[in-house]
């Protein structure tokens, strides 16, 4: 399934609990719908060529740029020192990502790991957001499933 399916399917089922379950106004509804949505898409983070995974190579490399620029800045030092730094964060996102990432389907395919993320959106967020983050995370699982 690619990530549009996943994102429209873990929309609707966020909505549908949401709206007919806990009996939510379509308005808080739909704003939980989309956090279903997004969090559909989680689960294909060990897919390199998967949206999340680009978005988040994206923000990554963003707050690389960002924090050796900042390095830079504290220290008194000048564009180019900041281009080192930046190339020495890039470097160790790098390696990072290839030595870490889990292959695909395996640790962030279980519904294991939907009850460890659930929870730790719990702490982090409240309720009704660990709901949405589970059903998304959910939805992604069972639609593989499906196809």
């Known amino acids: 399934m690619n990530w549009k399916a996943h994102l429209v399917f873990g929309a609707i089922a966020g909505f549908a609990v949401f709206s007919l379950l806990m009996g939510m106004r379509a308005e808080q509804a739909l ?8 969090c559909a898409l989680l689960p294909d983070l060990d897919l390199r060529k998967s949206k999340a995974s680009q978005l988040l190579s994206l923000l990554a490399l ?7 620029c900042y390095l830079s800045w504290r220290a008194g030092d000048g564009l180019a020192q900041a281009a080192w730094n930046f190339a020495l964060l890039l470097l160790a996102l790098v390696a990072a990502d290839w030595f ?3 292959r695909h389907r395996t640790l962030l395919h279980g519904f294991a790991f939907a009850i460890v993320f659930s929870l730790a959106c719990f702490f982090l967020f409240g ?3 660990a709901i949405a983050g ?5 939805s992604h699982l069972v639609s593989d499933r499906m196809v």
């Open 127 to 129: 309720k009704e957001f």
């Open 62 to 68: 963003a707050l690389a740029g960002a924090f050796a």
């Open 100 to 102: 870490l990432r889990p």
């Open 134 to 138: 589970l059903i998304g995370y959910v």
């Open 31 to 38: 704003i939980y719908s989309a956090i279903s949505g997004a």
